[in-house]
Antibody, heavy 118, light 109 residues
Framework: QLQLQESGPGLVKPSQTLSLTCTVSGGSISSGNYYWSWIRQHPGKGLEWIGYIYYNGNTYYNPSLKSRVTISIDKSKSQFSLNLSSVTAADTAVYSC??????????WGQGTLVTVTS | EIVLTQSPGTLSLSPGERATLSCRAS???????LAWYQHKRGQAPRLLIY???SRATGIPDRFSGSGSGTDFNFTISRVEPEDFAVYYCQQYDNSRMFTFGQGTKLEVK
């Protein structure tokens, strides 16, 4: 069974870069049938898709975050990562990784809370 | 960007009752690009329905989806105790954007 697990610091200072990693197990991150996404949920708010990466490194980002987001992949470690630069309190959220099929997310990690605070 | 509006915000029902959730889009959504998820606190969201009406693997048949264009519905024929959670609709559009509705909380009456 496919499992995704997010990891990274739970606290980030304003103006710094938020960095998270998603480790994929029970399936291949190199499958050409899927993309690998990051999604976040602000406290008490809805879900926001951040972007995705394909196994070959191709990426696509939410235009609202594009200038600050980088998603990368390390197939040897079965991991993909999120970097979000110049964070503010508005970036405080639960960040989740998910396997992305044709148009939906069929497996998710549990999510990790990242708080931006000085 | 296509905005999805879910209603009601909260639905209070007793086990055994029928639940009907609505998801309305600001623009027409291709049916094959509309999905529904269940999210329980502290757990990973779970894909229930994709393509507006197809159940994901292992999803009980009490869960169903319907609709087209800008109006989509999600139904639980008979609510079980484990079904109390937040439900989200989600769409994917031609600009390669994914957006979610704000969620409907299904709570015990």
């Amino acid at each position: 069974q496919l499992q995704l697990q997010e990891s990274g610091p739970g606290l980030v200072k304003p103006s710094q870069t938020l960095s998270l990693t998603c480790t994929v197990s029970g399936g291949s991150i190199s499958s050409g049938n899927y993309y690998w996404s990051w999604i976040r949920q602000h406290p008490g708010k809805g879900l926001e898709w951040i972007g995705y990466i394909y196994y070959n490194g191709n990426t696509y980002y939410n235009p609202s975050l594009k200038s600050r987001v980088t998603i990368s992949i390390d197939k040897s470690k079965s991991q993909f990562s999120l970097n979000l630069s110049s964070v503010t309190a508005a970036d405080t959220a639960v960040y989740s990784c998910a396997r992305t099929g044709h148009s939906y997310f069929d497996s998710w990690g549990q999510g990790t809370l990242v708080t931006v605070t000085s | 960007e296509i905005v999805l509006t879910q209603s009601p915000g909260t639905l209070s029902l007793s086990p055994g009752e029928r639940a009907t959730l609505s998801c309305r889009a600001s623009q027409s959504v291709r049916s094959s690009y509309l999905a529904w998820y269940q999210h329980k606190r502290g757990q990973a969201p779970r894909l229930l329905i994709y393509g507006a009406s197809s159940r994901a693997t292992g999803i009980p048949d009490r869960f169903s989806g319907s609709g087209s264009g800008t109006d989509f519905n999600f139904t639980i024929s008979r609510v079980e105790p484990e079904d109390f959670a937040v439900y989200y609709c989600q769409q994917y559009d031609n600009s390669r954007m994914f957006t979610f509705g704000q969620g409907t909380k299904l709570e015990v009456k």
